[in-house]
């Protein structure tokens, strides 16, 4: 058992602190004038202010180490969806997630706010205008999922103020912005591939992206709004721009603002699906002689082909939420943050 230091409320600890989504809430916080501790299996960054503990999060030990005195921790880290590796996610995800609930308990953190995804409830079919109150997918598109829900119980479950541990979840959704490591550079790479030329489906499919600061502001909003009398304690919010977009509009502009052309012929949602789901147990079957990552995965196709967008009315009202960059401001400023993945550079 840690001894306990009387933690500060401005101290806190970004567990995940070197990814995407991370960074940007760490640069965030410290504008804020928050102390900021990153804990990380791997430090991909260095800043002023910044201590940084480099471990595995399933580690306990090391956790009780990284979270001594602070008060608040955020949890955003995961394995990459893209790893469909389901012992990494059960481990990481469910494992991990209560090593942090734990060494949280013993070192005395008072509230933790997990990036959750609002993929909870997405089973590849339409969801419009989807609240928190939607159940949790029963059949999980993907492992990601499956343990992000779990994820999300342990943690909500946790909430105890009795025990003075409050919780609460960030359901974000299609997160983009500066160095996101997924989104823009898989899609030009399908593009540089010659791959990007086709809509699947109609094109009509509406879709939350969020710029990255505006998750950003969720989390940090849900932070300082959690507090033993607020309606917030243990729950889940959606964080969206609040702009849900035509998938197709979407990735048009990001690929045309870099220089590429937006594609155009349109092929049938079931057929790509259908496709996509061969190529995957393909891909599976054949995974002890050669190792080969379908680029349209079931998982893919789904997002890009079906309406998911959610409503975020109850962070507006429990938090006073409002997104704090627009869309078009948003894909802007990623497209003039990518000069190296332009056409021709
Ligand atoms: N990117 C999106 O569109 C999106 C959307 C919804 C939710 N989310 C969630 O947001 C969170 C952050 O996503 P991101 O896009 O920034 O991903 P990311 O991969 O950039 O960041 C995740 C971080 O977690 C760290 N990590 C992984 N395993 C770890 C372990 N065992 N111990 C310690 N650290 C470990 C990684 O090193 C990485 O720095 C994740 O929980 C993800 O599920 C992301
Ligand atoms: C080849 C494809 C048809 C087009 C390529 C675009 C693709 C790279 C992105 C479009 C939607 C994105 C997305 C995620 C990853 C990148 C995309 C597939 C996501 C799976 C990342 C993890 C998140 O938690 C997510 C599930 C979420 O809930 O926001 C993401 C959903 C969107």
Redesign the pocket.
């Known amino acids: 058992m840690a001894t306990r230091i009387r933690p500060s409320s401005k101290r806190c600890a970004v ?2 602190g ?5 960074r940007h809430l760490v640069e965030k916080l410290l504008d804020k004038g928050y102390t900021v501790s990153v ?4 430090q ?1 960054y260095e800043l002023p202010g910044v201590t940084f503990h480099q ?4 580690d306990k030990q090391s956790l009780l180490t990284a979270l001594h005195g602070v008060s608040l921790v955020f949890h ?5 969806p893209a790893s469909d590796d389901k012992a990494l996610f059960q481990r ?1 995800n469910i494992q ?1 997630t209560q090593a942090v609930l734990q060494a949280c308990t013993e070192v005395g953190v008072q509230k933790v706010v997990l ?1 959750s ?2 993929s909870v409830v997405f089973e590849g079919t339409d969801i419009k205008d989807g609240r928190e109150d939607l159940p949790y997918a029963k059949k999980p598109i993907d492992y990601y999922t499956q343990t ?1 829900i779990e994820q999300e119980k342990l943690v909500l479950k946790a909430c105890d103020k009795e025990k003075g541990l409050l919780t609460v979840a960030i359901r ?4 983009f912005g500066p160095r996101d ?2 989104l823009v550079p898989i899609l030009v790479d399908t593009a540089r591939r010659g791959k990007m030329k086709f809509i699947i489906g109609d094109g009509s499919n509406l879709v939350d992206f969020t710029f990255v600061d505006n998750v950003v502001h969720g989390h940090i909003l849900a932070a300082e709004s959690l507090r033993p009398e607020s309606p917030i304690c243990g729950k889940a919010y959606h964080i969206t721009n609040d702009e849900p977009v035509r998938f197709w509009d979407f990735m048009s502009d990001i690929l045309v603002g870099l220089g590429y052309a937006a594609p155009r012929y349109h092929l049938p949602y079931t057929l790509v699906y259908g496709l996509s789901l061969l190529l995957w147990l393909l891909s599976l079957l054949l995974s002890p002689l050669v190792a080969f990552k379908p680029t349209f995965t079931p998982m893919r196709v789904a997002l890009a082909g079906t309406h998911h967008f959610y409503s975020c009315s109850r962070a507006k009202q429990d938090m006073g939420y409002k997104p704090v960059v627009s869309l078009k401001d948003g894909i802007r400023r990623t497209v003039e943050s990518y000069p190296h993945l332009r056409h021709g550079a």
């Open positions: 567990i995940g070197s990814g995407f989504l991370g804990f990380d299996i791997r991909s471990g595995d999060l399933c955003c880290a995961s394995p990459a990481v991990g990036t995804s609002a992000k974000p959704h299609g997160i490591p997924q």
